[in-house]
């Protein structure tokens, strides 16, 4: 009779325990090697950044580990919008590391994700920091020193899905050693124009800077003197002469030229200077030494402006789309006197790229551009002379419905030209 | 014999519970899938997204561009109509609709493009058949926009096709993956946000 109890009790033990086991089982479980250990959130400081153009402009990545985990390890992307640039040829001299958090920058490529140019950073604790030194909570780990070009508002943004994050886990023998990205925040920036110093001599301008002559302005030094010399005349379509809201300083250009073998080079936040203050067509003047590129013939150039789409020139006095691949621009010089002065004024660059998807120009003239500036000119702001509005698309200082029908007219000729 | 009958009972309970366990298990990492730490999704702010239409996705889309023909099929040289409808689920007011289109010219000729009546006239509409895109853009100078009711239908256009030589092909919504320029968008007046929609694709067969 004892004998069956204890059997009946051993039994009933056995079902219980059976049973949790069950239960036990139900529960997630996190056996993988290699699992998160704590999380992370990212920022990027701070959360809104001014900066002027020809000006660095710059960018601070923290992480806020959870739970006193130490940070070991980062791989990151980090997109920004117009305006921003990073040196194609050494990314890694704008990004600066905090060597108290990470001591190995082991990485700074630039790439681009979708239609985003981003930056790749890797970075390392490294062999010579031990656990103890390791930080942890809200950690700044480098500032990525971004060259303002030209006027825009965008975003800086981490790509979480392409983020990792390496921490030191204390438990003993553990192999979990990420830390899990959660949250992550970018920041807002805003490029506006630079300051024009007049000089009368390189002497008043910064070291490198010199006096251009024509200008009497302070602009970077660029190129040795044997680079090409550049010089044309153009124009915005429905700028007048005397619009009064269509300063050249407030509308700097992108300018690059490729030679029919294949260089090319880019050069942003060329400031060129108004001629005429009457007349149907504001003509704009540019005069540029292009630096590193010693082409002299066969070459095309494409201007953009900061609320126009981008024109490709390829031969003196062009009035209307170059279709063709290559260039027939010849007989520059290294010479301001002696290189030619191209004239592209009969075909002015189509205004009407203001906006995008992502809230800054994209390159495109679409229904997004039409329904801003229709937005805009419905408010019929106005502002005074020398203002800017960038829905002011003929720069005659207010808001108006012709804003709108240049658009509509840029949109009708881009898109004959794709189509 | 009485510890014999015990085991006779435990014995299969212990392997029923056993074997329950097992599914159970086994069951709940089928559901969860076995994830690298870079599956795992992740709250994402500010992060690039190429696209701001999803053709084929049809949840919490706001409307939906449904292609259709007469017919599923056609012979070598016989003509058809392919129509392009617009249906919403909310009341909204439109700033533009650009409107993109691809086909294989080698297999169909398209002409004679079609418009709602209560679409204004397109900025530029054409047929490509350097980029096989139809295209209309329609731009609403109405500073109120063009009011469209839900679940009201929208000829956003419509066109004329010849079946040129037998193959299977499907006439559907750009979004311009292949051209920036090319994206199909409907933008909402007021915000200038450009408004969701799902698309399907209209597969055609030609035959001898």
């Known amino acids: ?96 590391l905090n060597t108290d958090a990470l001591k190995d920058l082991v990485d700074v490529t630039l790439e681009n994700v979708g239609d985003k140019p981003c930056v790749r950073i890797v970075a390392l604790a490294g062999a010579t920091m031990k656990p103890a030194n390791l930080k942890s909570g809200m950690i700044r780990v480098l500032n990525i020193k971004f060259k303002a070009t030209e006027v825009a508002d965008g975003n800086i943004t981490i790509l979480a899905d392409k983020t990792k994050v390496g921490g030191y886990n204390p438990a003993a023998g553990a192999t979990d050693n990420s830390l899990k990205v959660g949250t992550v925040t970018g920041a807002k920036y805003s490029v506006t124009i630079g300051d024009i110093v007049q000089c009368n001599s390189d002497s008043d301008c910064a070291d490198n800077e010199y006096c251009d002559s024509a200008t009497k302005q302070c602009k970077p030094t660029t190129g040795a003197a044997d680079d090409t010399y550049l010089k044309f005349k153009m124009a915005f379509y429905g700028v007048r002469g005397d619009a009064m809201c269509a300063d050249a300083a407030k509308l700097p250009l992108s300018v690059t030229v490729r030679s029919n073998d294949g260089v090319v080079k880019n050069y942003t936040g060329i400031v060129s200077t108004k001629t005429n203050t009457s007349g149907d067509v504001g003509i704009y003047e540019v005069k540029m030494r292009l630096n590193g590129f010693k082409v002299r013939n066969n070459i095309a150039v494409f201007v953009k402006g900061p609320k126009s789409l981008q024109v490709k020139y390829g031969v003196n006095n062009q009035s209307s789309y170059y279709s063709v691949a290559g260039g027939e621009l010849s007989g ?67 808001m108006e419905s012709q804003d709108v029908a240049n658009m509509m007219l840029s949109l009708s000729v881009k898109q004959g030209q794709l189509y | 014999m009485n510890q014999n009958n015990i085991l006779k009972y435990l014995v299969p309970v212990v392997a029923v519970i056993v074997v329950a366990e097992s599914v159970v298990l086994i069951s709940r990492l089928r559901d969860k899938g076995i994830t690298t730490p870079t599956d ?63 086909y294989d010219p080698t297999i169909f000729e398209v002409n004679d493009m079609t418009f709602d009546k209560k679409l204004p006239t397109p900025a530029f509409s054409k047929v490509s058949t350097l980029r096989g895109l139809v295209v209309a853009n329609f731009l609403v100078s109405d500073p109120e926009g063009l009011p469209l009711k839900s679940g009201e239908d929208l000829l956003l256009m419509s066109f004329k096709m010849k079946a040129l030589k037998p193959s299977t092909h499907s006439f559907e919504i750009s979004t311009g993956k292949e051209m920036k320029e090319s994206a199909t968008m409907i933008v909402e007046n007021g915000t200038s946000k450009p408004i969701t929609f799902s698309s399907n694709k209209l597969t055609i067969n030609v035959t001898e």
């Open chain 1, 332 to 398: 520059l010089t290294s010479e301001e006197s002696s290189t030619p002065m191209f004239d592209f004024t009969k075909y002015p660059l189509l205004s009407g790229d203001v906006t995008g998807p992502n809230n800054s120009q994209d390159g495109v003239v679409d229904g997004l551009d039409f329904s801003y500036i229709k937005t805009e000119s419905i408010k019929r702001t106005e502002v005074a002379s020398g203002g800017y509005m960038l829905a002011d698309i003929n720069g005659n200082c207010k």
């Open chain 1, 1 to 96: 009779m004892k004998n069956k109890s204890i059997n009946i009790i051993f039994g009933i033990l056995m079902v219980v325990a059976l049973i949790g086991g069950v239960m036990l089982a139900s529960q997630n479980q996190e056996t993988r090697r290699g699992a998160y250990f704590a999380g992370t959130k990212m920022l990027i400081m701070p959360e809104e950044i001014a900066a002027k153009t020809g000006k660095d402009l710059v960018a601070q990545l923290f992480l806020d580990t959870e739970n006193g985990a130490k940070l070991s390890a980062l791989d990151t992307f980090v997109c920004y919008d117009k305006g921003l640039e990073l040196n194609a040829d050494n990314p890694e001299n704008q990004v600066v």
């Open chain 2, 40 to 102: 795992r999704k992740v709250v994402e702010t500010g992060s690039v997204k190429n696209d701001t239409v999803k053709p084929g996705v049809t949840e919490n889309e706001v409307y939906q561009i449904n292609l259709s023909s007469d017919k599923a099929s056609y012979k070598v040289g016989e003509n058809g109509e392919v129509k392009v409808m617009m249906k919403g689920n909310a009341d909204k007011l439109i700033d533009s609709v650009n409107v993109y289109v691809k």
